[in-house]
């Protein structure tokens, strides 16, 4: 297989050729001058930083076995791994750092192909993004989500019972002893989320944009069905680089709709908006924001999932995974794109079984007739934010109040529970300064706890509205994503106590009900928001990341064209 591009490197007589096949031979693989065997990489970003993907180092070895067995030859390198458990002020921060980590060593090392191994939020993400700019034959497979822990006879859900939890701690309703047992509880082992949170979404979007074998998203840690998937990938890595399929024929304005239909249809996260803008615009393709209010309109919510619906993830890979929410959800999905199994989804769908009306419902007795990401503009969001309006409360949906301000995420935690604080069940909090620049990182600060005055008084959910983002496994009536965010000097950084805040989602509206003179004299005399990072990673984040509607990616990394290619082949010199 001449046309192998690891030749360059392991081919011809020179003394390159024989140092680069001396490199492998001290691993103990022998690698001839004429070799025409798959040179496979597998991207690992497993860490004991990273519980998450702790997994992944097991599935690496079925995955060498897979290549092995299909005739490849499979070299195992590690990445920078993003764990949003430990990693502050958020593995965002690091997500272009993760896409540049894969890209690079796509281009500098001998690979034809690679299998990239992941399953924490970013994690997902990012290898996508430095894969597509690369354009190597290249498949994904995640690690599953973790078990289920049981307190007080009830299931949890990762990180979505823990914030309801909290808030029966912070209101008195939770003693030590329970707290306590609460917390070992939620220890059941490494894997992702098991609910709907980020991860679980990335993981599906994988699968539906073609990266992923059908139904290998949802399969939970541990399970021997996921080596088995493992296995798969890696004999399937090989095949890709010798059908030449790669991510340039996967990723297409067709496939990126498809992933909103979906995210639309599991009522996934809304970090999934950010992250498939991101991914889609390292091949030019930008959606608008809008499109995804326009297909989340027309699909039903069938997956009924933490923390908008009943079930966990297990639930959701024993009634079919993927394969079948896409079955049910056939009429609005373009059925002829490709994916890494050669095939045209229509052929996957063909394959998948019948809904179980539980965890997946069939779009005739959907959980909501239409999906749960709505896209909102208007005088506080000129550039557009996002509500996930199924895991919102439906009273608070059209609704006005006073805003209570909070500048930056230390002045929230010092002033939120002051007994003193001017707030009322009508007000809007309103978390400024916590956008892409602002922290730097854009960090999931956007599920601002409710007032502890309002707690104790029975409040359980309140309109609020920021920059920032909100975990995959929260809920409320929450405003995320505002742009332009307050950093760069959008309209949130002009708002003050007492301003009127005026909500429509029906409408798709968030207005600041502010004379417009007003808000000019404001603007006048606004500050610059401080540059926290003066060196480093941050400092060269908050010069080139963009804002939330593109992706919050860097702006040199980002295709301009459906020409403008990235990736630029190495320069493989004379010793």
């Known amino acids: 297989m001449s046309s192998l591009r690891s030749r360059a490197w392991f081919g011809g007589d020179t003394e390159v050729g024989v140092l680069h096949r001396a490199a492998v031979r001290a691993l103990g693989i022998q690698i001839e001058a004429d070799d025409d065997r798959p040179i496979i990489g597998i991207a690992n970003s497993a860490s004991d930083l990273n519980p998450c993907n702790a997994g992944l180092r097991d599935l690496a070895g079925a995955v060498k076995r897979g290549v092995w067995a299909a005739g490849g030859i499979p070299l195992e390198f590690p990445t920078i791994s993003l764990g949003e458990d430990l990693m502050k002020p958020s593995a965002m921060l690091y997500r272009n750092l993760m896409a540049m980590d894969v890209e690079e060593c796509l281009r500098s090392y001998p690979l034809d192909g690679v299998v990239l191994l992941a399953n924490c939020d970013k994690t997902v993400p990012a290898q996508l993004m430095g894969a597509v700019s690369a354009d190597l034959p290249a498949i994904q497979l995640t690690g599953g989500s973790r078990r289920a822990g049981t307190f007080r006879g009830r299931r949890l859900g990762s990180g979505t019972d823990l914030w309801r939890y909290w808030e029966e701690r912070r209101a008195g309703r939770l003693s030590d002893a329970d707290w306590d047992e609460l917390e070992a509880c939620l220890s059941c082992g490494i894997g992702a989320c098991n609910t709907m949170g980020t991860a679980s979404t990335m993981a599906q979007l994988s699968e539906a944009l073609g990266f992923m074998l059908p139904g290998a998203g949802a399969i939970p840690s541990g399970d021997a069905r996921l080596v088995a998937a493992a296995d798969a990938s890696g004999r399937r890595a090989v095949e890709l680089v010798r059908e030449d399929l790669r991510p340039s024929r996967i990723l297409t304005p067709a496939s990126v709709d498809n992933a909103i239909t979906v995210l639309a249809a599991i009522a996934g996260s809304t970090n999934a908006v950010i992250h498939l803008c991101a991914i889609a615009g390292r091949r030019a393709i930008r959606p608008p924001l809008e499109r995804f209010d326009e297909l989340s309109r027309r699909v039903p919510v069938v997956a009924d999932m933490a923390p908008s619906g009943a079930h966990l993830m297990d639930a959701f890979f024993e009634a079919g995974g993927l394969p079948t929410v896409l079955r049910e959800i056939e009429p609005y999905l373009d059925t002829t794109t490709v994916g890494v199994t050669g095939r045209t989804l229509a052929e996957t769908i063909r394959a998948a079984r019948a809904a179980d009306g539980l965890a997946i419902r069939s779009r005739s007795d959907p959980v909501a007739a239409s999906g749960g990401i709505a896209v909102l503009r208007g005088s506080l969001a000129p550039d557009g934010a ?39 069940a009508e007000s809007v909090l309103v978390l400024a300064g916590c956008g892409p620049r602002g922290v730097p990182g854009m960090p999931e600060w956007g599920q601002i706890p409710i007032p502890r005055r309002l707690l104790d008084a029975g409040v359980s959910d309140m309109v609020r509205i920021s920059d920032a983002r909100m975990s995959g496994t929260a809920y409320g009536t929450v405003v995320l994503h505002v742009a332009p965010e307050a950093a760069v000097g959008g309209p949130l950084a002009l708002v003050r106590d007492g301003d009127p805040i005026r909500l429509d989602v029906e409408a798709r509206v968030v207005e600041l009900e502010v004379d417009v003179a007003e808000l000019a004299r404001r603007r006048a005399d606004l500050a610059p928001w401080p540059t926290v990072h003066r060196r480093g990673w941050p400092r060269l984040y908050q010069e080139h990341v963009t804002q939330a509607p593109d992706g919050c990616d860097f702006d040199f990394l980002e295709a301009r064209s459906a020409d403008d290619l990235p990736f630029v082949p190495p320069t493989i010199g004379r010793s």
């Open 386 to 424: 996002i509500m996930k309006t199924a895991a919102a409360t439906a009273a608070l949906l059209r609704h006005r109040g006073p805003a209570v301000v909070f500048r930056g995420h230390e002045d929230l935690y010092a002033r939120i529970d002051d007994p003193d604080l001017a707030v009322t």
